[in-house]
């Protein structure tokens, strides 16, 4: 089954990529090719199976709660695009009134 | 005898006797990088300043009577994923180009209390997606044993330079195979060790259920070597196992009587060469020769393991992925008048390429409403059958022998434009980090290609922290053969 135009444009915005037309063309084959493959897993009968999440499990793994060196604001801004204030900067997200 | 022919067990051995210094070994190997470096391209970053300040402080300490560590003086090649501070650390990536890590990871800050020296940041499939290498955003690797084919992947920059003698180890990363292959491709020898074993503190993720770093050598001795150099517990990964370290080294008898060798069919089955076949199956005899004993089994999900990767992975990748958003770190994609969500998806378009998109889509949709039962949590519950037919052969063997990879290594461009024949070179590793198992890939034999004589690889699987056994049988068949001694002439 091939996927939609409309499909693969919301997968590509969840996904947060934009994509160019071209692009948008070999993702719509791909990603049914890839899709179609997986089916092959429906000939498994997983009725009664408990999921695996992690091979090896571990639960609840704890640490005390105490205060330990961490980056310092200048080491943590070391690599942002934009920063001001010890902070990072994005574009507005919130309208002004 | 070049200093670059020793291996690191050797070259350990030597600085500790005096009877080199770590400056004189370093400097034969910069020497081989600057003579073959432009041919193979393992490196991202070569490290040589930092390198060269190092080995003359370890000189001094071993000067005055110190011990250096296990890997005392010798250099190694880091994959470039692993994050080193103040060096920078690309993921072979354009979004992580000028990525300068203010830390080190776990592995790194074992690296510098056993005396390893860096040299370099090795090329890699980017974000560790893919199985030649192609993928790194910057430049492909070649194979030092045929320059026109790939060196495997994801961790073909670290294994290139091992097998080019660029470095006497390497570190890489497995999450599908990404050590093995790539060391069945270069006659190398590549261990994925335990989920747990090793911390995957700094080592920037792609699929944390099943990512884990692992040491790449030119014998079995050099990798247990690197193995007890990193592994033990960091209450950094909340997934690092709480358990004392066995001495690896101490396993290495030579002794494989009696030892179980799982032989499943499903592994020697369509798509696999008859040449791989053949090498992988004489190499069985061999240990049985040695008095091991060969057990034919059966693992029926094996041929479910690849999609199911296809599903796991990426699911994970796309939400480890979501954090390069042009925020905090890495490139940033902004034009006038943009929102936050055009910043976005500008940066992301731009700084990930093919491959790696494909994935994080294929993860994003897997998750997504309407399609998560179908999807994921499907591959969860085949996970299991998976891990099931694993625990079932351990119960009557102790080890697994199957191919590493279906192929010898293929030419470079064969399959860039089918991402689903590429995929089919892994089908042999995958099933392993399903169940979160060790694995190891040696070379068994050769292969005569139209261009050159190819390394073939056998994988021998152990069960859960039986690291000791699988380097035991390792170990064992390299001393009754001598596939570990030929090298690349580049």
């Known amino acids: 089954m091939r996927l939609l135009p409309e499909e693969v444009d919301h997968i590509a915005l969840l996904s947060r990529l934009e994509l160019s037309a071209p692009e948008r063309e070999r993702a719509a084959n791909e990603l049914s090719q890839i899709l179609g493959y997986f089916e092959k897993l429906n000939e498994l009968d997983t009725e009664n199976v408990e999921p695996t999440s992690q091979a090896i499990p571990t639960v609840n793994v704890l640490r005390e709660d105490v205060v330990t060196l961490s980056l310092t604001p200048e080491a943590a801004l070391q690599n942002a695009p934009e920063s001001a204030a010890n902070m990072f900067q994005v574009p507005r997200v919130v309208e002004a009134d | 005898m070049p200093l670059t022919e020793l291996t690191a067990f050797q070259i350990a051995a030597q600085i500790k006797q005096k009877k080199v210094s770590c400056r004189e070994v370093l400097d034969d190997f910069l020497a081989r990088i600057d003579a073959v470096e432009s041919r193979v ?41 692993i994050c080193t501070r103040g060096v920078r650390t690309t993921c072979s990536s354009k979004i992580l180009e000028n990525f300068v890590p203010p830390y080190d990871a776990h592995v790194a800050e074992r690296l510098a209390v056993e005396g390893a020296i860096t040299v370099g940041k090795a090329n890699m499939d980017e974000f560790a997606m893919g199985s030649s290498t192609e993928n790194s955003a910057f430049f492909p690797t070649k ?22 003698l660029e470095a006497p180890l390497a570190l890489g990363s497995d999450t599908g195979g990404s050590i093995r292959q790539p060391a069945a491709y270069c006659g190398c020898v590549g261990l994925k060790p335990t989920y747990g074993l090793v911390s995957r503190y700094g080592l920037i993720a792609f699929a944390s259920s099943l990512d884990q770093i692992g040491p790449i050598a030119n014998d079995v001795r050099d990798t247990a070597l690197l193995l007890q150099a990193i592994a033990g517990h960091d209450r950094r990964d909340t997934t690092s196992i709480k358990r004392e370290v066995p001495n690896y080294l101490e396993s ?22 008859g040449y791989v076949q053949d090498s992988v199956r004489t190499a069985i005899d061999k240990l049985c020769e040695l008095g091991a004993e060969a057990v034919e089994i059966s693992m029926p999900a094996t041929e479910y393991a690849l999609a199911t990767y296809y599903i796991l992975a990426p699911s994970e990748a796309s939400s480890n992925l979501a954090r390069y958003d042009g925020v905090q770190y890495g490139l940033r994609v902004l034009e006038p008048g943009d929102d936050i969500v055009a910043m976005y998806s500008k940066t992301r378009a731009a700084g990930f390429g093919h491959e790696v998109q494909h994935r994080i889509m294929i993860g994003t949709h897997a998750l997504s409403s309407g399609f998560y039962d179908a999807y994921y949590s499907k591959a ?3 996970r299991t059958l998976i891990r099931q037919d694993f625990e079932r052969a351990f119960e009557k063997c102790d080890v697994l022998a199957t191919p590493t ?5 293929f030419k470079i461009g064969e399959k860039t434009e089918d991402s689903f024949a590429m995929k089919l070179a ?17 070379p068994c034999g050769f292969h005569e290609t139209d261009s050159s004589n190819m390394p073939i690889g056998l994988q021998l699987i152990g069960n859960l922290l039986d690291e000791s056994t699988l380097l035991r049988a390792s170990h064992a068949y390299e001393q009754a053969t001598d596939w570990h001694k030929r090298r690349a002439s580049l």
């Not at chain 2, 044993?145 to 290139?160: E, K, N, Q």
């Not at chain 2, 169940?435 to 890939?441: E, F, W």
């Open chain 2, 41 to 81: 391209k393992s490196f991202v970053t070569v490290t040589s300043d930092e390198a060269i300040k190092r080995a003359e402080m370890l000189d001094k300490r071993v000067a005055s009577g110190e011990d250096i560590g296990v890997l005392g003086g010798v250099p190694i090649a880091v994959k470039d994923l």
């Open chain 2, 426 to 442: 892994d089908v042999c590793t995958i099933p392993v980090n399903m169940a979160g198992l060790p694995a190891i890939s040696l």
């Open chain 2, 380 to 382: 969860q519950k085949v």
């Open chain 2, 143 to 164: 194979n030092p044993w045929d320059l026109s084919r790939v060196p495997g992947g994801s961790s073909g920059g670290s294994t290139a330079a091992v097998a080019a």
């Open chain 2, 252 to 273: 290495l008898t030579g002794d494989v009587k009696g030892l179980r060798i799982g032989v499943p069919k499903e592994y020697f089955a369509q798509g696999v060469e």
């Open chain 2, 405 to 409: 990879a279906p192929t010898v290594a």
